[in-house]
């Protein structure tokens, strides 16, 4: 059965598209099947991997369309794309307005059909509170919250663990966090400090039972814009940098993650 992995922050520009991109890929290059599911309606995940933006995720969860219909092939081994665009969010309103539950609207479109394979579902949510997101992150078996380390790092990190405690409440959500510092610059003083703040604040989350695990900062880098702009990831446009190790480092601790 598909492991869920939810890419979600609260808070934009904290490179949660280029997470995704990155994480999905990396773990394709492992062997693993990986279907990402983007939910966000600036359908950057196409852009970041050159595929045409589509209404697929419109198409999937109210016009009747199969998963099979709207799933997109990449251009790279084990790695496909249900791609979206600025439907995506009407389609949050149609299901809404008619009723329906949308985690299971989600569930049904794009992790029921799967017949073994893929091992991996990875959602790129949009950075707002409820709708499709919090649908996502109720099916999610690991969520990784990216965290920009500038002064309101904190911010996107903590909207998301309120979501996550209310569905702990209300679905009794069993699934795992991982937080993800980006944007790091180890020259600056305001970059340590803040990830410092990040490390102590998760610190007393884990003292009061709630333990989530910090990965490795993954460093601000203009290679990792380039390689978006020419459609790449960054496994493909700088496989031997910074960069692709400390992503290569967040694939791993996923896999360990989600055993």
Known sequence: MAKIVTVASQKGGV???????????????????????????????AVSLGVDQESGIFNALVGG????????????????????D????????????????????????????????????????????GGLQEAALALSN???????????????????????????????WTGGVLVQPTFYDGTTRESRRNLEELQTSLRQLAQQGVEIPVSQPIHRATVLREASAE????????PTGRSAQEYAALVWQVLKEVK
């Open 86 to 129: 600025k439907r995506s969010s009407t389609a949050q309103i149609v299901i809404q307005a008619e009723g329906r539950d949308i985690i299971a609207a989600l569930r049904d479109a794009f992790i029921k059909p799967w017949n073994g394979k893929p091992d991996f579902v990875i959602f790129d949510t949009a950075p707002s509170v």
């Open 142 to 172: 690991l969520v990784i919250i990216p965290a920009a380390l500038d002064h309101l790092a904190l911010f996107g990190v903590s909207g998301v663990m309120e979501t996550l405690i209310n569905l702990t409440r209300t679905q009794r």
């Open 65 to 84: 369309s199969t998963v099979n219909q709207v799933i997109r092939g990449t251009g790279r081994t084990d790695l496909w794309l249900v791609p979206g």
């Open 231 to 238: 459609a790449q990831t960054i496994f493909e446009f700088d």
């Open 15 to 45: 490179g949660k598209t280029t997470t995704v991109v990155n994480l999905a890929h990396g773990l394709a290059l492992k062997g693993k099947a990986v279907v990402v599911v983007d939910l966000d309606s600036q359908g950057q995940v």
